[in-house]
């Protein structure tokens, strides 16, 4: 797999100022899937700024937190189609943006190109099956099936 | 002629210290990985809501335990953390003359969420104070 990570090369020089060596990240990818695959970390971030912190508070901090989390509760929740496309956003996002994460760090501490595919397809795999699993259920998911605890 | 077979900690010199950068670089990607690992187990255990009430309160009645819920503390402050310090990598991307200024937002970023997580520690603190009292 072809990887630009290198600098990015202007008509000038790039300007190197020790202040210029303190910046967070890396460095802005060249061109191709890595210049995509950095805006995409970009921009689900910028959504899982709403999406994750937003379920985390109300999820983990507000009321009882995970305390009041049950059955009944995910019933009453999942009765509205704005927290079930929240909840599929969620997912898929943080899904591919974690698992992105997980390729970048592959590719900075492993070398050889066979245990690096190998890893990759695991997280990919796995990535793919927990993105099948999660979309059935926020989809499917009928409290009716069960009479007596859907509120 | 003596000759040294291991190595002496002063044979690798001093030990790097590097910019506050270096240290918010690894915290976001400790993080990072924390969280993904939890998300893993964590679309599984919901997705067993779709089996029903018991299997789904069986399964999250592990959150009764005051352990797990120190470490749902411990994945909330990962990802205010993560996130806020994605801010500051968004602001420094987007905008690059604000790298000069990396240090300071660095600091900010380290306020703010240190900041957010008095209260949340307050009360997810108090959550599991009355879990114990039970």
Known sequence: ?????????????????????????????????????????????????????GHVLIMHVQDDGVGRVDFGFVATRWASPFWRTWDWMLLVLALIHGINGLRVITLDYVRKPGVRLTINMVFYVLGFTLFVLGSVIVFTFDPSKWPGYAS | MATRTSKRKSDYGPIYKGHEGQYSWLLHRITGVAIILFLFA??????????????????????????????????????????????????????????????????????VFLAAMLPITWIMGSQIIDLLRD
């Open chain 1, 1 to 53: 797999m072809a990887t630009a990570t290198e600098p990015r090369r202007d008509a000038q020089p790039p300007e190197r100022s020790p202040q210029r060596d303190f910046r967070g990240g890396r460095d802005r990818p060249v061109g191709g899937f890595e210049l995509w695959s950095w805006l995409f970390m970009r921009i689900s971030g910028l959504l899982l700024l709403v999406l994750a912190v």
């Open chain 2, 42 to 111: 964590h679309v599984i255990d919901t997705a067993v809501v779709g089996w029903g009430p018991n299997a789904y309160n069986r399964v999250v009645r592990v959150y009764e335990n005051p352990i797990v819920r120190l470490l749902e503390l411990g994945l909330v402050a990962a990802v205010l953390y993560h996130s806020f310090n994605g801010i500051k990598i968004l602001l420094v991307d987007f905008f690059p003359s604000l790298a000069k200024h990396i240090r300071v937002m660095g600091i900010v970023t380290l306020v």
